[in-house]
């Protein structure tokens, strides 16, 4: 399945552009993508989950993800679904921000295996205003900008809007244009807000470069209650772990509606779908495991496996364990953990990284890790969708397993529900 059939079939998708061609250039490895980040904080919070796993994702379907980092349009501030203008910030505060920021995405991208992180002050900082309105500001119109979502909010309000956040659309735009000057970018993703910003940014590139770029927008996510996600009582739900502890991470996960299961394990997990589905028939006991290993999985992302499994030991100390459904989410870190007790009992054999920087074919390395008595047995299990390396389903056999595979210097084999190997990578 390639990555957009995922992304929609998650859940992640409002809009997009292109439907056809957009999906031709995503069938091919290496496309490049990207999203932006505003570095009005220190950290991310949950709400900023989205725009992570979807980069995420497509770094794990072969293709190059870019954060960017907004220490440019930080100076300005973004006016989409605010209210009031935002507060300046110094070129100090947005630089500790940035540092920040990249730290929590390298839980969920690799920066050392493809991944770019971006900052558009590069480019933004030193433009010389009357070049720029002459290169860029000619390509816009006033009449379509003030019909954006975002910009008709803000000139109703009683606010209204400021001739300097006026300007970020064409920053937005400019940032588009430059990436795909620069990265061969042709994909820009963003919440529901930024459909008039990125809509722009195509529009700017086919006038600039007679090039066709695509655009993807996700929902907003809310509660099934109708509260907004990455709220809890005492506030925003923050990836650092200095403001939202693992534990109280772990906690408001664990605190999940019942009606919200299957879809955040949709969107916030990478656990098999059909695994997922499954939770649609339960109830009761089984439901309230599924909640458990939602919060492992969501914590183990953020923070780690070690600091999700201290949140989660704690959580069973205080409240009592919850019984992980036997017949679904065989996939979870939590139920291999159940089942195969502490991960150094695994069974383990080492490989050399050269041997693995051009490839390994999948089924050469199940058999390597006695998984499988022959190569004709491994593209069987493979062909039957009981092969895994990390927790992900291997696609084909053939599939060539390279370093982008290796996590904290090692990868974990399964072979149906409860046979596991590791592979230590040897550098």
């Not at 244009?177 to 970018?185: A, P």
């Amino acid at each position: 399945m390639g990555v957009l059939e995922i992304l929609k079939e998650r859940g992640f998708i409002e809009k997009q552009t292109h439907e056809s061609e957009l999906g031709a250039y995503l069938s091919q490895s290496g496309a490049t993508c990207y999203i932006g980040f505003d570095p009005t904080a220190d950290s991310l919070h949950i709400g900023h989950l989205i725009p992570i796993m979807s980069l995420a994702h497509m770094q794990r379907c072969g293709h190059r993800p870019i954060a960017l980092v907004g220490g440019g349009t930080g100076m300005i501030g973004d006016p989409s679904g605010k209210t009031e203008m935002r507060q300046m910030m110094t070129f100090k505060t947005i630089g500790a921000n940035v540092d920040g920021i990249k730290r929590q995405l390298s839980r969920f991208i690799d920066f050392e295996q493809g991944a770019i992180l971006a900052n558009n002050a590069d480019w933004l900082a030193e433009l010389a205003y009357i070049p720029f309105l002459r290169d860029i500001g000619r390509h816009f119109s006033i009449n379509r900008m003030i019909k954006a979502e975002s910009y008709r909010q803000r000139i109703e309000s009683e606010e209204g809007l400021s001739f300097i956040e006026f300007n970020y659309m064409l920053l937005q735009s400019y940032d588009f244009f430059k990436l795909f000057d620069t990265y061969d970018c042709r994909l820009q993703m963003g919440g529901s807000d930024q459909w008039g910003n990125i809509v722009s940014g195509i529009d700017l590139v086919r006038k600039k470069r007679q090039k066709t770029v695509f655009g993807i927008t996700f929902p907003l996510i809310t509660k099934s209650d109708g509260s907004k996600m990455g709220k809890s009582a005492s506030g925003a739900v923050w990836l650092d772990p200095l403001k939202t502890s693992p534990y109280a991470y772990y906690q408001f996960w664990i605190n999940t509606d019942d009606r919200d299961v299957a879809r955040f394990l949709s969107l916030f997990t990478f656990l098999p779908m059909p695994e997922i589905k499954a939770l649609e028939q339960v109830s009761g006991a089984d439901l309230n495991g599924a909640k458990a290993v939602l919060a492992f999985e969501a914590t183990a992302l953020a923070h780690g496996q070690q600091a999700a499994k201290e949140a989660h030991a704690a959580a069973e100390a205080a409240f009592g364990t919850r019984k992980i459904p036997h017949a679904m989410l065989p996939s979870s870190r939590i139920r291999r953990e159940k089942m195969v007790g502490a991960e150094s009992t695994l069974p383990t054999t080492r490989i050399a990284m050269r041997e693995i920087t051009d490839g390994i074919p999948a089924y050469q390395l199940f058999l390597r890790a006695g998984l499988t008595n022959s190569a004709g047995e491994a593209r069987r299990l493979i062909g039957q969708n009981g092969a895994y390396i990390n927790e992900e389903r291997v696609s084909a056999f053939d599939l060539m397993v390279s370093p982008l595979f290796i996590k904290n210097g090692e990868m974990i084999l399964r072979a149906g529900k409860k046979r596991y190997h590791r592979i230590e990578i040897d550098t």
